[in-house]
């Protein structure tokens, strides 16, 4: 099993910043892909970003890129989300998840998920 617990969510005006933290624990953290999927009031759930073990290669939504930042220690067991010039339709529950390949966590069905940290972006 693994633990995911998120933080850094809050309310922020359109065009600023936030970061989140998902520190995990359990099973070892560097077997796993971990990243982040998010879910906005009354739509489904959307791939966001994802990181390997290595930290070699990330991924990200094509809504996201060039914007948010994902970063991983696993020294720390944690994973990171840095969101830049963040939109009024980022506004959602941002859940850390963690998979054993990539494609998974692209698909939305992660091996193990967090119980998520709202952010909402005010015009």
């Known amino acids: 099993q693994v633990q995911l617990v998120e933080s850094g969510g809050g309310l922020v005006q359109a065009g600023g910043s936030l970061r989140l933290s998902c520190t995990a624990s359990?099973?070892?953290?560097?077997?796993?892909?971990m990243g982040w999927i998010r879910q906005a009031p009354g739509k489904g759930r959307e791939f966001v970003g994802a990181?390997?073990?290595?930290?070699?290669?990330?991924y990200s939504a094509d809504s996201v890129k060039g914007r948010f930042i994902i970063s991983r220690d696993n020294a720390k067991k944690t994973v990171y989300l840095q969101m830049n010039s963040l939109k009024v339709e980022d506004t959602a529950i941002y859940y850390c998840a963690a998979a054993g390949g990539a494609s998974r966590l692209v698909r939305g069905v992660p091996d193990y998920g967090g119980q998520g940290t709202q952010v909402t972006v005010s015009s």
């Open positions: 990181i390997t073990w290595s930290g070699d290669t990330t």
């Open positions: 359990g099973r070892t953290f560097s077997n796993y892909v």
